[in-house]
């Protein structure tokens, strides 16, 4: 049996006040086993009600080498670790499709009390000191470019890299500017010594516990589903129709599914109107009675209590009921 070798993230992006990937497959209709919250389970791991797939757990900080090696063809990793390992240009790693869950910001970040406003402050702050600038972080590649695109940096020190150490590995010409890659919790560093962290940030929650601040941002980051070279061919098109089921379950937490009955005499009235405004996915769906007509629509969650408004008043709208939309596949 042809099988597709999926990987899906251990840690933040499983975590239900971050993303709960395993919400969004068990809302997409797969039948998953092994990996609640917290709770995931390699050898557990299974989603029953569809064969062709074959599941594992992958770090995001893995999950990138895994598919550029070929180890898995398809992965849900946030956008910020497939940059940190494709800016040599050597990871032939391609996104299927943005999920957008599990948003976070990259930044530089400093002391709370720290006076600069700018990466260029910070630099700028720093021209008379003789030892090294330390900068910790898990993104040692993102870090380094970072640096590297700041003018002022480029005015002192032109193209020569920072120096970058990942355990005993260290490369780079700039001795004065060194970034170290973090194990553990990165906020803490600072307050351990160091000058200056680099960290994805969801809320600022987590920088506030740590007295400190952001202090620029390097980008923006959300989850998506990414392929490697393996994915061709049946499982190139296995792994759409996985996107399209997991883009449902995103897209439908968008909207309320409603149903109402109108007078019968209202019925092109308010059919008009709801097809006019967009506020059901083709054209409502009615089901004419004696007196009344019920309509089911999908309207977006930011525009129920105003669309209810005009129903009741404009439309005399009675038995206005509303569900929760587990997938709208468009």
């Given at each position: 049996?042809?099988?597709?070798?999926?990987?899906?993230?251990?840690?933040?992006?499983?975590?239900?006040?971050?993303?709960?990937t395993q919400?969004?497959?068990?809302d997409a209709?797969?039948d998953i086993?092994g990996?609640e919250?917290?709770n995931?389970?390699?050898?557990?791991?299974?989603?029953?009600?569809d064969?062709?797939?074959?599941?594992?757990?992958?770090?995001?900080?893995?999950?990138?080498?895994?598919?550029?090696r070929e180890?898995?063809?398809?992965?849900i990793?946030?956008?910020?670790?497939?940059?940190?390992?494709?800016?040599s240009?050597?990871?032939?790693?391609?996104?299927?499709?943005?999920?957008?869950?599990?948003?976070?910001?990259?930044?530089f970040?400093?002391r709370?009390?720290?006076?600069?406003e700018?990466l260029?402050?910070?630099?700028l702050?720093?021209?008379?000191?003789?030892?090294p600038?330390?900068?910790?972080?898990e993104?040692?590649?993102?870090?380094?470019?970072?640096?590297?695109?700041n003018?002022?940096y480029q005015?002192?020190?032109?193209?020569?890299?920072?120096l970058?150490?990942i355990r005993?590995?260290v490369?780079?010409?700039?001795?004065?500017?060194?970034?170290?890659?973090?194990?553990?919790?990165?906020?803490?560093?600072i307050?351990?010594?160091a000058?200056?962290?680099?960290?994805?940030?969801?809320?600022?929650?987590t920088l506030?516990e740590?007295n400190?601040?952001?202090?620029e941002k390097?980008?923006?980051s959300?989850a998506g589903l990414?392929?490697?070279?393996?994915?061709?061919?049946?499982k190139?098109?296995?792994?759409?129709e996985?996107?399209?089921?997991?883009?449902?379950a995103?897209?439908?937490?968008?909207?309320?599914?409603?149903?109402?009955?109108?007078?019968?005499?209202?019925v092109?009235?308010?059919?008009?109107?709801?097809?006019?405004?967009?506020?059901?996915?083709?054209?409502?769906?009615?089901?004419?009675?004696?007196?009344?007509?019920?309509?089911?629509?999908?309207?977006p969650r930011?525009?129920f209590?105003?669309t209810?408004?005009?129903?009741r008043?404009a439309?005399?709208?009675?038995?206005?009921v509303?569900d929760?939309?587990?997938?709208?596949i468009?």
């Amino acid at each position: 049996m042809n099988r597709i070798r999926l990987g899906l993230p251990k840690g933040s992006l499983n975590k239900k006040d971050r993303g709960n990937t395993q919400q969004v497959f068990l809302d997409a209709g797969y039948d998953i086993k092994g990996y609640e919250p917290d709770n995931e389970a390699d050898k557990r791991l299974a989603i029953v009600n569809d064969p062709e797939i074959i599941a594992f757990l992958s770090r995001p900080q893995s999950a990138p080498v895994e598919l550029s090696r070929e180890l898995l063809d398809i992965a849900i990793i946030g956008e910020d670790w497939v940059r940190e390992e494709s800016i040599s240009g050597k990871a032939n790693i391609r996104r299927i499709g943005d999920l957008g869950y599990g948003r976070v910001r990259l930044v530089f970040a400093v002391r709370k009390d720290d006076p600069y406003e700018s990466l260029s402050d910070f630099f700028l702050a720093q021209k008379e000191r003789e030892n090294p600038i330390l900068c910790f972080t898990e993104y040692v590649n993102l870090a380094r470019q970072g640096v590297m695109q700041n003018d002022w940096y480029q005015k002192r020190f032109g193209n020569k890299r920072p120096l970058v150490q990942i355990r005993g590995l260290v490369n780079g010409e700039n001795e004065l500017v060194q970034i170290i890659n973090s194990d553990g919790v990165t906020e803490g560093y600072i307050a351990k010594g160091a000058d200056i962290v680099v960290d994805n940030s969801q809320t600022g929650r987590t920088l506030t516990e740590y007295n400190l601040r952001e202090l620029e941002k390097i980008m923006e980051s959300s989850a998506g589903l990414y392929a490697g070279p393996s994915c061709i061919d049946w499982k190139e098109k296995k792994a759409n129709e996985i996107f399209v089921q997991l883009e449902g379950a995103i897209i439908g937490k968008k909207y309320f599914d409603v149903k109402f009955n109108v007078p019968n005499e209202q019925v092109e009235r308010v059919r008009a109107y709801l097809i006019s405004d967009g506020l059901c996915s083709d054209e409502p769906t009615v089901s004419e009675g004696e007196k009344y007509t019920a309509v089911n629509i999908l309207i977006p969650r930011e525009r129920f209590p105003s669309t209810v408004k005009t129903l009741r008043e404009a439309y005399s709208a009675s038995a206005i009921v509303r569900d929760e939309v587990k997938q709208f596949i468009r």
